[in-house]
């Protein structure tokens, strides 16, 4: 059942790319110029009011949906909050009839995700949901689904529901563009090019874990780390520090690679490792800047990039890890591949248990 994988969670990260191919299939039409999802009850004429939208989930879910609103704003230019649905009921949301709600859930079981979807739908708001269990609750109740088809997650630690949430969310922002004209048929072309290369981009990636392996058996000795990154890539080392904690049980903080010197800098001290994810090439230049501020308190920093930067960042850094090259708002669905393995490889250098981390359940049905 394992398909010759040691764990679940390992055969779900190979999963990805099948994934990826799930997940697009059916919903791109055959010119490659256009996203279709005939599934949406949503109208175009609603599609045009929207006013704003909400993105609400919990965990990795919630990652994704940071990753989510920025393909929505960037694309679409509509205007995107994102909470925890822990948080969302009790902060009196300002919901209208047009503003669509998007809630992110693998198990469409989630008990805050539910009750959040019906308190926007309260407030006479359309709530589409991405999910991966297309007969759950959050499906059931929900006004729109769009079905992650990442096929049955077992790992309590999600992988590849995550990266199929990005690919849903790529795929939304892509047909919401189309509907109220906010990008060319030509850039629309260029970003569906460029999804329909990443299964491929991460299979190359996935047959190499041999550098990421070490590397976890290195940090497994350590009890407490960073993760830095701007923009996406601090979207993503979110996700990679929540990986980490829940399977390997090491202390790690995800940090906007800017916030540190504002108080975090005085946990940089001689040894800490460092991870930080340089692969938004706009921001580049400032990651930089911030890697060597944790480089000159001593940090042992591991850096995750694109090829052409290796050479310049191992000037500051102890390590680069090159990744694939894509679009920079798709990079997250290779990004964070390299996280999951190190949780992963972290998780077994530590002999725990890496499919069912102590304390954890795979579906919250309280809130
Ligand atoms: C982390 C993890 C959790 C879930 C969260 C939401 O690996 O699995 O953080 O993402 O409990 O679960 P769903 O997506 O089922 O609503």
Not at 234 to 246: D, F, M, P, R, T
Not at 332 to 356: C, T
């Amino acid at each position: 059942e394992k398909g010759g994988f040691e764990h679940f969670m390992l055969k779900e990260i190979h999963e990805q790319p099948k994934a990826y191919r799930d997940t697009m299939r059916g919903r791109i039409d055959e010119s490659g110029k256009k996203v279709v999802l005939p599934e949406l009850k949503l109208t175009k004429e609603q599609i045009k009011g929207i006013s704003k939208i909400q993105i609400i989930a919990c965990g990795t879910a919630y990652h994704a949906g940071l990753v989510g609103r920025q393909a929505i704003e960037s694309l679409v230019r509509i205007p995107v909050e994102t909470d925890v649905a822990s948080e969302y009921r009790y902060r009196s949301p300002i919901v209208t009839p047009d503003t669509l709600v998007i809630v992110v859930s693998q198990s469409g079981e989630t008990a805050d995700t539910l009750a959040a979807l019906r308190e926007a739908q309260s407030h006479g708001a359309h709530v589409l949901a991405i999910t991966n269990v297309v007969g759950s609750s959050i499906a059931r109740d929900a006004d729109d689904v769009i079905a992650t088809l990442a096929g049955p997650e077992i790992a309590v630690a999600s992988t590849k529901a995550y990266t199929s949430q990005l690919i849903a969310f790529y795929l939304l922002s892509l047909y919401l563009a189309e509907v109220r004209g906010t990008q060319t048929q030509d850039e629309v072309a260029r970003i569906i090019a460029a999804m329909q290369a990443l299964p491929e981009q991460l299979e190359n990636m996935l047959a190499k874990p041999d550098a990421i392996k070490a590397y976890a058996e290195q940090i497994s000795k350590h009890e407490h780390l960073f993760f830095i990154g701007r923009g996406l890539d601090y979207a993503v080392v979110q996700e990679g520090s929540l990986k980490l904690k829940e399977i390997s049980y090491i202390h790690s903080e995800a940090y906007a690679a800017g916030e540190l010197k504002h108080g975090t800098l005085a946990l940089i001290e001689e040894g800490i490792p460092v991870i930080a994810l340089a692969t938004q090439d706009a921001v580049l230049e400032k990651t930089v800047s911030n890697i060597k501020e944790v480089s000159a308190r001593g940090a042992d920093i591991m850096a995750i990039t694109h090829e052409e930067h290796v050479v310049s960042l191992l000037k500051s850094v102890n390590q680069a890890f090159a990744i694939p090259k894509t679009l920079p708002l798709l990079t997250p669905a290779l990004s964070v591949v390299p996280l999951q393995l190190l949780s992963y490889y972290a998780s077994l250098a530590r002999g725990n248990d890496v499919d069912k981390p102590r304390n954890l359940a795979k579906s919250v049905t309280v809130e």
